[in-house]
């Protein structure tokens, strides 16, 4: 890790941040303090990053993405324009977004894009794909690979293609009893 470079602007990016040289930070756009952002990421003009937070290596945050607190973007993802990630979301390695519907090489959508939101504690694992446009519901756990085509109630556990609920889950992330009772921590939830 490396103090800012030229292409940084050090007003908008927490003292406590650590950001490795080879990241590219376009100015302008906020890292909140103790973020970590490794190698070969590149966060664009006017991407906001809260606290706390982790990029792995070769993240891609596109201009206008907001990223909460305390949020783990793994290895090889791209956060594109249009896409939010709230408080404590975790994202696996080389899970996609997509941000445009119908896209076309010769026809430019650029402020066209669908928004996509995942809430707060939510996971989602690697190689998932998700379709713009859709919200994944607060500690909603989307499994590995799966193919997310529609929006994702908070504490659902999504599976397969296309993506469908197969169980509910806690914040903590066991699967719950028929009572909505988790095993592991006891905690009843409220669906």
Not at 40 to 64: E, K, T, W, Y
Not at 90 to 113: C, E, K, S
Not at 144 to 156: E, L, M
Request: a positive charge; one cysteine or more.
């Amino acid at each position: 890790m490396s103090a800012p470079n030229d292409c940084r602007d050090p007003a908008n990016v927490d003292a406590t941040a650590q950001i490795h040289a080879t990241a590219v930070i376009d100015a302008p756009c906020r890292i909140g303090p103790r973020t970590r952002i490794w190698h070969f990421c590149h966060v664009m003009p006017h991407a906001r990053i809260g606290a706390d937070c982790q990029l792995a290596q070769n993240v891609f945050v596109g201009s206008g993405v907001a990223i909460g607190d305390r949020v783990k973007v793994q290895n090889n993802v791209s956060v594109f324009a249009g896409v939010t990630l709230a408080d404590d979301v975790f994202v696996g390695p080389g899970a996609i977004f997509t941000n445009v519907r119908r896209p076309r090489a010769f026809r430019p959508r650029h402020g066209d894009y669908e928004p996509t939101t995942v809430q707060r504690g939510a996971t989602i694992g690697a190689g998932a794909v998700i379709r713009c446009g859709i919200t994944i519901g607060a500690y909603a756990l989307v499994g590995a690979g799966a193919v997310v085509t529609q929006s994702v109630p908070a504490h659902a556990l999504v599976v397969g293609n296309p993506a469908r609920q197969i169980a509910w889950v806690c914040a903590c992330g066991e699967t719950l009893g028929s009572d909505n009772v988790c095993p592991a921590c006891q905690q009843e939830v409220t669906l």
